[in-house]
């Protein structure tokens, strides 16, 4: 049974920093494109980061991540997490664990299985 569950999310700071970790069990997870999704209150779901399947590259949204967050894949532990630096109260949000049988992607739609989330608040 394929499953993802995410933890280290919280209250953080305007500038601080917080880890996200997603446990994968049920398949290797360097087999698919993983990625983080998040989705704020009243807002869709947006891509923020993935790990190609194919060479193990990595990709940033713009809008979401780059140049602040990174994302990292530990394949012995068969888990991915991603470091948020510098956050922003508009990166407050519920945050997803995903996989896709593509090999890159962050596109929510093509994800094929998901996390429960982990809540991620952004205050003072």
């Known amino acids: 049974q394929v499953q993802l569950v995410e933890s280290g999310g919280g209250l953080v700071q305007p500038g601080g920093s917080l880890r996200l970790s997603c446990a994968a069990s049920g398949f290797t997870l360097d087999d698919y494109a993983i990625g983080w999704v998040r989705q704020a209150p009243g807002k869709e779901r947006e891509g923020v980061a993935c790990?190609?399947?194919?060479?193990?590259?990595?990709?940033y949204e713009d809008s979401a991540a780059k140049g602040r967050f990174t994302i990292s894949r530990d394949n012995a532990k068969n888990t991915l997490s991603m470091e948020m630096n510098m956050q922003k109260p508009e990166d407050t949000a519920v945050y997803y664990c995903a996989a896709s049988v593509h090999s890159l992607t962050t596109a929510p739609e093509m994800y094929d299985w998901w996390g429960q989330g982990t809540q991620v608040t952004v205050s003072s």
């Open positions: 790990i190609s399947s194919d060479d193990g590259s990595r990709y």
